[in-house]
């Protein structure tokens, strides 16, 4: 599959600039801290979710407790692929019973990916609340999920992906629209 | 790119590779056996069949809820309760259990060469869960992933091998799993139990006849079953081989000090092993059975799940899940 890059959505200085955004909506829309817990879905929720809890830490001297989710084995589209992707681990240290979660990725599309987090989560006790924060919605929900944080929507079209690029990850700092080309 | 992995006969073809592969990806499925909740939609709408055409509690425990805990179903056949009793051929059954369209097939079976024979003639998955003296590769793969995690690592240790070596398919899947690993190998047991042809299985292995010598800077030890049908052979009596290689507390001091100690399981207590140092720090056959779930769920997750192989599945445009 071949793609041709479209048009940079965000920067590295806007990606900063959101994150800290969201952050303060975070704090300011929690009703107190007490049993808030980021969780980051794999891969690029991760880095995402150690920042923003960074910033919070930085901003309002509260540690919030941070985790990984690895969504692979509650996929939906498993008996569709010749091969099984390869599975993680999660790295969540705290217990979720009675927690005020807040789940991290970076791009919200069909919906099925948060679908997922959420049976990975509940597999592990019963959270009191989970709300979803993204950097990017893109639109074309297939499930009834919504996000209560977001950074930035874009309209798409269905050939077009969102690449976020995050340092940890990609070696680089950026959100660049693509399209499919054939 | 590792090379996909349609069934599991045996350590004998697998590649170093394959083999980091199956334990890196039971990592998940060990932490998963500490969810309050464990039960997956993974292999939902999937059937295993277990075909044990030997007695087993513990591997065919261990596959099925392997299979239960991924969501997959399993059809149970055991040998006591099979049509093999009234003369059914191993083709005919197992051609049996395909008409029932299971997605994968797990056998044990007293034959070596059964699974091989299975795989063959059929478009089902097949993993081996122990062939007559040949293999027994998920036994070798806990054991492994159990060496790995104590130690840190796999490669370049001393194991010795203890015991009925001979009629030991866990031993044979162990010495070329380990030989694959740059590990010198020291087998130890009666003589006749110890042949020497034993040795052409891996690169740096030797027979030594004495426990005592055969501990010497041992890193590793496990104990082999004493197959006690054979205790009436008249070279051996159990009293001798106690005499001569039971793994006492006494002597595993001659081992390196955080020797790991491991038993394939059933342990016969004051025969192959002294009941304190089955119960000992050492000891690691607690783990070795949670690993084994582990390194069950991985290779059903990758062997059984997916899209058949007759049914060519509709390719997505998109990968749903990743959105």
Redesign the interface.
Known sequence: MRVVEKRQLLSAEEIGRTLQRLAHEIVEKSGGTKDLALIGVRRRGVPLSQRLAAIIRTSSSVTVPVGTL??T????????????P?????EIEFSVDGRDIVLVDD???????VR?AM?GL????RPRRIRLCVLIDRG?R?LPVEATFIGSTVQTS?TEIVEVRLQEIDGEERVMLVDRVS | MLQRLQHLLGIENLTREQITFILDQSKPFQEFQRHPLKKLATLRGKTVALAFFEPSTRTRISFATAAARLGADTMNLQAESSSLRKGESLLDTVRTLEAMRPDGIVIRHSSSGAPHFVAERLEVPVLNAGDGTHEHPTQALLDALTIRDRKGKLEGWNVTILGDILHSRVARSDIQLLGKFGTRITLCGPAMWVPRELESLAPKIHREPRIERALDEADVIIVLRVQTERMHEPALAAEEFILGYQLTAERLRLARPEALVLHPGPMIRGLEIDPVVADGTQSCVLEQVTNGLAVRMALLYHLVGGAPVDEPHPAKERSSAAD
């Open positions: 690895d969504i084995l509650y996929r939906d589209d498993l008996s569709t692929v010749a091969h099984q390869v599975v993680q681990s999660n791009v919200l599309y069909t919906g099925r990916t997922a049976n509940f597999d592990l006790g074309h297939e269905d």
